[in-house]
Structures are given as C-alpha cells and as structure tokens.
C-alpha cells in the first residue's frame, strides 16, 4: 500500500489523493510515468523519486514522520519482517518509584521476553533488530516508559500505534475491548489485566512464586501476540473504499506456540485478593 500512497506528500491530504487515484494514477511509478496530469508538478515528482528512495533504503521513520497517525497501517505491509509487536509490564507506579517488570516482544515467529532482576538489560540491544514497532497505547505509556527507565532512544523505529487506527475505525475499550469486538478470545487468560499483572509481579517478589512470574509473562506474551491479527483487521478494514479492497487484503496471521502457561490457580487467587481488597475499599 505504501507505493500507492500519496498524502504523505505535503501539501497532498486524503481528497487529494482519491483524485489521484481516481484519474488513473494508482502508484509512484505510474505517477512518474504520467508526463501530461496537470495535478502532478515536477516538485511533486521530486517528491515521489524521494519517497522511492527512502523505501529502497528501508526508512520507515522517513514516511512514519510524514504520515498522520492514523495512515500509519500503510506503512505495515512493506516493513512488516522487520516488524516487532511490543508490550511493557510495570509495578504499578510512574515517576521516581516505576520500573519496569517485564516486556515483550513478537516479531511475527518468537516471543522474546525480559524480566527484570534476570535479562531486562538485553531488550536495549535485541529492539535496534526492527524498523518498525507495534503498539496499543505505546506512545503515551510503554515508550516514554521505556526511554525515560531505561535511557534508550527509540525514535530511530518507526511506530505504529494501534489505539490511533481502532480508535479512527470506530474501535474503543481498550486493548481487551478490542480484541472482544473483533473476536480474539484469551481463553484463559480472560480477565487478566494490567492490574493483575501488578498483583503477579508482587506475588512472584514477595512469595517467590514462579508461577506468578510464569502466568505473568503468558499475560505479557499474549498481548504482543495479539497485536498482530489486530494490526492485519486494522490494515484490512482501512483498505475498505479505496481502490485497492480486495487485491492488497493480507491474510490473519497464524498464532506461534505459547511459551509460557499461565496458571489457573494463581491467576483465580489473585482475582480473588484484587476482590476482598476492593471491597475493603469501597468502606
């Protein structure tokens, strides 16, 4: 989809671009063999010759930054090996006492996984892999966390964030509220959320627990691995209405074996703790 993009251009927004293709003019290269269309300027080529160049050279950032957050899904397809689905666990608080207890990351075949006290330490060399990122949310929580707690810069990897695209597609909830909507089902992972993973970490510290650690990185595992199906529905249905619906359509990803196996008992005492705990809030 990227070669038939035109409103990363400045000066071309999206009706623009629907009369491009709507005259006949359907990608760079017929944009460069069209001599004659008074709507494309020699600065307009110049344009189109960069941007091939910059997609030769696998520079994602180059269109992230000229692309409004939502027209992020057209960059997708043609970085998507070089594509990491990404997600951050923490203890709960932010500023001086935050840190981060886990992350994931999903490069459409593995689950890597770090852990804090273990190898948090090899996610600063194992995410300069990937050009591309996915997220739910990751640009106001999970990469300012990131940066901030783990003095990295991550704004040399183009990000597409997922809240901006659903949320444009008329998707809200959450990432879980998502993923209902759309039928991607946890099994039993159902209900298990961010606070859970707070109350996981805990336990693992505080009893030495690993099967909360274990159940907590299946938790965090899921996540990144469903960024992938949500990211081809997202892909799919933002085709829908233009001239490519049905030729660039991507299939849904298969999911990979889990690597981790989240424990019932843990993850039923642990809501029942969130429960009574709650409740003694709520007098």
Not at 24 to 41: D, T, Y
Not at 57 to 67: R, T
Not at 80 to 109: C, F, H, Q, W
Not at 137 to 156: S, T, W
């Amino acid at each position: 989809m990227l070669k038939n993009t035109f409103c990363h251009i400045p000066g071309v927004g999206l009706r623009s671009e629907r009369r491009l293709w709507k005259s006949g003019i359907l990608s760079w290269e017929a944009c460069l063999r069209n001599s004659e269309s008074p709507l494309l300027k020699d600065s307009f080529k110049s344009q189109i010759e960069a941007s091939l160049k910059r997609l030769g050279d696998c520079d994602p950032v180059y269109f992230a930054g000229l692309l409004n957050s939502r027209e992020h899904w057209r960059i997708f397809p043609d970085f998507r090996p070089s594509t990491a689905y990404l997600d951050i666990e923490t203890n709960g608080y932010v500023g001086p006492r935050g840190y981060i207890t886990a992350i994931s990351l999903y490069d459409g075949k593995t689950v890597h996984s770090y852990v804090k006290g273990e190898n948090l330490d090899e996610f600063k060399r194992d995410i300069r892999r990937y050009k591309v990122i996915v997220t739910y949310n990751g640009k106001c929580f999970d990469v300012p966390f990131i940066e901030h707690h783990m003095r990295i810069d991550l704004k040399q990897i183009a990000h597409i964030d997922l809240r901006y695209l659903l949320r444009d597609l008329g998707f809200s909830g959450g990432l879980k509220g998502c993923e209902k909507t759309l039928g991607i089902d946890r099994g039993e992972l159902d209900g298990v959320d961010g606070y859970s993973a707070v109350l996981l970490w805990n336990d693992f510290k505080r009893n030495k627990n690993k099967k909360a650690l274990e159940t907590l990185l299946a938790y965090n595992a899921q996540d990144v691995v469903n960024l992938e199906p949500l990211s081809v529905i997202a892909y799919n249905l933002k085709l829908a209405g233009t001239p490519f619906e049905r030729t660039h359509q991507l299939p849904m990803p298969d999911a990979p074996p889990a690597l981790f196996k989240a424990d019932i008992e843990t993850i039923e005492r642990i809501h029942s703790e969130r429960h009574r705990y709650v409740s003694a809030e709520a007098y």
